[in-house]
């Protein structure tokens, strides 16, 4: 049986991605392509905007179809009306949004106690493993190596650092005891700019239509090791997007991540 499914910023870059990747598979049922009331493009079929045949579905910008999933790739401004949505019709929830504040972070955690909630920065299965694997490099290195990290994304992308950026400062603090987000040094800029000890440098790059290259860097004295991801398309990110939401049908209301989609 397949699951009804709700995209949110269906016009946007990763939802005609996502649009995609569930026309070619058979594990859901688009029932409902939302976006912003004013996007230019509502009315219009959701599938011939994503550059595929119609799939009978028209760009709206109300939540008025009955659903079991609904996948979130749009802007912290729809956000807020995705999860009440969710609650109010106790809709499963995939969100992939960035740039959400603490009150929304803290609305999601809140929310997770009625429905059940995959949230992620990234839904990319190797930058999920990259997650990981930072904290373990930084704490078997240990405090000599100086550490940096840059993200590199496309010039429309609106926040900054990324989400995943932080994501992987965050991991390094938890495994190294560092404060997050006090030991972030966002660039430099002055004369007199030394690096100070257990401080983790950020750096965000915006440039053409670069897809995702993340990169952590730890140096000392005499040697240099950088573990990098690079995302070549979207459907990395659609892939586990639709990954996430299988996992999460029929599970217990609750806040998951990627890493217990995945099992790491």
Not at 221 to 240: C, I, M, N, P, Y
Not at 242 to 264: H, S
Request: hydrophobic share 45%; net charge neutral; proline share 3%.
């Amino acid at each position: 049986m397949t699951s009804r499914l709700v995209i949110v910023g269906a016009a946007g870059r990763m939802g005609k991605h996502i649009i995609t990747l569930v026309e070619k598979a058979e594990q859901f049922d688009i029932v409902a392509a939302v976006e912003r009331a004013d996007h230019p493009d509502i009315g219009k079929d959701a599938g011939v905007t994503a550059g595929l045949k119609p799939i009978g579905i028209a760009l709206s910008g109300e939540f008025s179809a009955t659903a079991d999933m609904a996948i979130d790739f749009s802007t912290p401004e729809v956000a807020d009306s995705t999860i009440d949505y969710c609650i109010g019709n106790n809709v499963a929830l995939v969100m992939g949004t960035t740039g959400l504040s603490d009150r929304q972070y803290k609305k999601i955690t809140d929310a997770s106690a009625k429905i059940p909630i995959v949230y992620a920065t990234n839904m990319s299965v190797g930058m999920n493993v990259m997650f990981a694997l930072v904290a373990k490099a930084a704490a078997m290195l240990g405090e000599d190596y100086d550490i940096e990290i840059i993200e590199q994304h496309h010039r429309f992308k609106k926040d900054a650092p990324s989400g995943s950026a932080l994501t992987l400062a965050k991991n390094i603090c938890k495994a190294t005891h560092r404060d997050f987000p006090g030991c972030l040094v966002h660039g430099r800029s002055g004369a007199e700019q030394p690096r100070e000890k257990g401080t983790i440098g950020m750096h965000a790059v915006r440039a053409g239509d670069i897809t995702g290259i993340h990169s952590v860097m730890y140096a000392t004295l005499g040697e240099k090791v950088t573990l990098t991801h690079t995302a070549h398309s979207r459907d990395t990110f659609a892939a586990g997007a639709l990954r996430a939401a299988q996992w999460l049908t029929g599970k217990k209301p609750g806040m998951y991540a990627m890493a217990d989609v995945l099992g790491i």
